[in-house]
């Protein structure tokens, strides 16, 4: 897939859950003022999917796209439902896989409320190098509340 193809626009339902083979996605949505941001990155070897729309099968709130030329591997419910069936083991691995997603999430939530902005960005930095090296800066900046001029502004102070 070329950059920023989009693989779920908002108001379409979700039916496949997303594997990086290569590349990244990012999960965005548009607020009331029409400005993108985003929720979450997935790199190489990680899943994304809007969890709500799949299950429920209503629309999604969300836009899920490329942002460099990817390999994505998309699976839809009913055979990922069916794969688990037949290799319940896969169960497990998704389990912790979910896991992982939820930490993640509830981290960020957390740090979101403890971190200055600064502060949330070196942390991101340390944690994720290759997100900020990989990512578009106005990406990286509405994924951690900041405005790219801001976020500039504290690249320049490190």
Request: hydrophobic content about 40%.
């Amino acid at each position: 897939m070329n950059r920023r193809e989009v693989l779920l626009r908002e108001g379409q339902i979700c039916r496949s859950y997303y594997f990086v083979e290569k590349g990244c996605l990012r999960m965005y949505f548009l607020n009331s003022k029409g400005m993108e941001k985003t929720t979450q990155f997935a790199l190489e070897h990680w899943w994304l999917s809007d969890y709500f729309s799949l299950s429920d099968q209503k629309p999604s709130e969300y836009t899920i796209e490329t942002i460099e030329p990817s390999e994505i591997l998309a699976i839809s419910a009913q055979s990922f439902e069916e794969l688990l069936t037949e290799v319940p083991v896969l169960e497990h691995y998704f389990r912790k896989v979910m896991q992982r997603a939820v930490a993640a999430s509830q981290l960020r939530i957390k740090l979101l409320y403890e971190l200055s902005k600064e502060e949330l960005f070196l942390h991101f930095n340390a944690q994720f190098p290759e997100f900020v090296q990989r990512v578009p800066q106005y990406m990286l900046a509405s994924y951690l509340g900041l405005t790219p001029e801001y976020l500039s502004e504290i690249r320049k102070k490190k």
